[in-house]
């Protein structure tokens, strides 16, 4: 039943297959790569977020992964960031549960929080 009405959702959006480069990515969302339903899921999720690029998937399974502060928005200080590195979790804390982050103010929401910033976004 959810898999029809999320369905639903990506034909009421257009149903596109392409990514469109203009936009840019709402929040990032953490996921473990490593989790077979997992991976189940976030595919049938990116399904719906391929024409808008509105969600920046980062698999936190993946040997590349590290969690970078954000840069300030359209500040010419590459340095310069949205939050401090201190306050940044770490791959252990990541996968305790699901985490996104607004890419617009760097806040992490965790939980039911991190679904709903990221449905809000698709």
């Not at 297959?17 to 990032?28: D, F, G, M």
């Not at 998937?57 to 502060?69: G, H, L, N, R």
């Not at 996104?100 to 449905?119: P, V």
Request: hydrophobic share 40%.
């Amino acid at each position: 039943m959810f898999r029809a009405r999320l369905k639903r959702l990506g034909a009421a959006a257009g149903g596109a297959t392409t990514v469109n480069q203009s936009l840019r990515p709402r929040i990032e969302l953490f996921w473990d790569g490593g989790c077979p339903l997992c991976v189940k899921e976030i595919n049938l999720l990116k399904s719906l977020d391929t024409e808008r690029g509105m969600v920046r998937w980062t698999d936190i399974q993946d040997s590349a992964f590290v969690m970078k502060p954000l840069a300030a928005s359209k500040g010419d200080d590459s340095t310069s960031t949205t939050e401090p590195p201190s306050t940044l979790p770490d791959r252990l804390t990541l996968m305790s549960r699901i985490h996104a982050r607004d890419l617009s103010t760097g806040t992490l929401y965790k939980g039911c929080e991190a679904f709903r910033m990221m449905t809000t976004a698709l």
